[in-house]
T-cell receptor, first 113, second 110 residues
Framework: NAGVTQTPKFQVLKTGQSMTLQCAQD?????MSWYRQDPGMGLRLIHY???????DQGEVPNGYNVSRSTTEDFPLRLLSAAPSQTSVYFC????????????FGPGTRLTVL | RKEVEQDPGPFNVPEGATVAFNCTYS??????FFWYRQDCRKEPKLLMS???SGNEDGRFTAQLNRASQYISLLIRDSKLSDSATYLC???????????FGRGTSLIVHP
């Protein structure tokens, strides 16, 4: 049982490039989320999904897209990277949708030059 | 005003000490409360949920004060391995958008 996995662990992009951060979970959780963590800001929700085919915006969705074609996978796409998107990105899943326990992936450290 | 506020610390305590953190929240409709622990350069992990009646898990005790809108975390007999950042998380029942505090840093020294 791998839990929540994220790839890549590290990434450097140039301004304007696009990329996809991958997230997968093998716990059959319905709820999945993407967060970014910046120094002094705490974690902020980017997008979330309450099940396959259903996504919604969180607190800071601009510049990011998501899709949820399967229960297991929840990729995050950066459409045109900007230096303001330099951050650590965490994917999380939980079974109940009530935050009884969110399981986080190990994170992706993204730098945009 | 940020919705969830925590003293960033760091709290620097010797092994064996008792330390307490508070977290205040501004949304009176908040219904779910949690403490997460985050080690340096790692992902957050759930430490404990916070129930209205208070709850205890070994050396850790969490309390909720709805009237004053804060939650607390008490750590007794601190261990070196307790050194981490402790994140307060608050969410309201109708929304899937949780609010994370910025975290309180704890350093336990020998």
């Amino acid at each position: 049982n791998a839990g929540v996995t994220q790839t890549p662990k590290f990434q450097v992009l140039k301004t304007g490039q696009s990329m996809t951060l991958q997230c997968a979970q093998d716990m059959n959780h319905e709820y999945m989320s993407w967060y970014r963590q910046d120094p002094g800001m705490g974690l902020r929700l980017i997008h979330y999904s309450v099940g396959a085919g259903i996504t919604d915006q969180g607190e800071v969705p601009n510049g990011y897209n998501v899709s949820r074609s399967t229960t297991e996978d929840f990729p995050l796409r950066l459409l045109s990277a900007a230096p303001s998107q330099t951050s650590v990105y965490f994917c999380a899943s939980d079974a109940s949708g009530n935050y009884n326990e969110q399981f986080f992936g190990p994170g992706t450290r993204l730098t945009v030059l | 005003r940020k919705e969830v506020e925590q003293d960033p610390g760091p709290f620097n305590v010797p092994e064996g000490a008792t330390v307490a953190f508070n977290c205040t929240y501004s949304n009176s409709a908040s219904q779910s409360f949690f403490w997460y622990r985050q080690d340096c350069r790692k992902e957050p992990k759930l430490l404990m949920s916070v129930y209205s009646s208070g709850n205890e898990d070994g050396r850790f005790t969490a309390q909720l004060n709805r009237a004053s809108q804060y939650i607390s975390l008490l750590i007794r007999d601190s261990k070196l391995s307790d050194s981490a950042t402790y994140l307060c998380v608050v969410s309201s029942g109708g929304s899937y958008i949780p609010t994370f505090g910025r975290g309180t840093s704890l350093i336990v020294h020998p």
